[in-house]
């Protein structure tokens, strides 16, 4: 039950990630914002690219607002599926780590109790033992 609920958040999180994108490029404050991460993805990736090709950067140029605030809209977007992805995995990894420690303890409690039970046992041979020699003599 808990993954299908994890994959039902993850498949409302695409919708809601196109929402919060075409949300964002409304308002100035978060336009200007959109922008700035659009330009600093387009840096990034460009200077990654150059890089890779093995040559050295010299300058980047940036591009025009409306392509960075589409890519900053996209980045944003893409991000916040990552986190819910992200979230989901580490409740995942939370919960099952949380089972094993209960299943840990259940087995603890099963040895201490055959434990206490062999214990048991082994004062009554000796209580045994004890008046069978007793007798012996």
């Known amino acids: 039950v808990t993954k299908l609920a994890g994959l039902f958040v993850k498949t409302l999180a695409k919708p809601l990630s196109k929402r919060i994108k075409h949300d964002f490029a409304r308002f100035d404050t978060t336009k200007s914002l959109l ?3 659009g330009q600093i993805n387009h840096t990034v990736t460009s200077y990654m690219t150059i890089w890779s ?3 050295k950067v010299k300058s980047i140029k940036s591009i025009d607002a409306d ?13 916040f599926v990552l986190a819910v992805s992200m ?15 209960e299943k840990n303890e259940m087995k ?10 062999l214990q048991a046992k ?12 007793n007798l012996i003599k």
Request: no cysteine; hydrophobic share 45%.
């Open 53 to 55: 090709s093995g040559y």
């Open 87 to 101: 979230s989901i995995v580490i409740f995942e990894y939370n919960r099952s780590a949380q089972k094993l420690i």
């Open 108 to 117: 603890r409690e099963r040895i201490k109790a055959t434990q206490a039970v």
């Open 122 to 133: 082994l004062n009554t041979l000796d209580i045994r033992i004890k008046a069978v020699e």
């Open 35 to 37: 922008i700035s991460i």
């Open 67 to 79: 392509k960075a605030m589409k890519d900053g809209a996209e980045f944003v977007g893409e991000g």
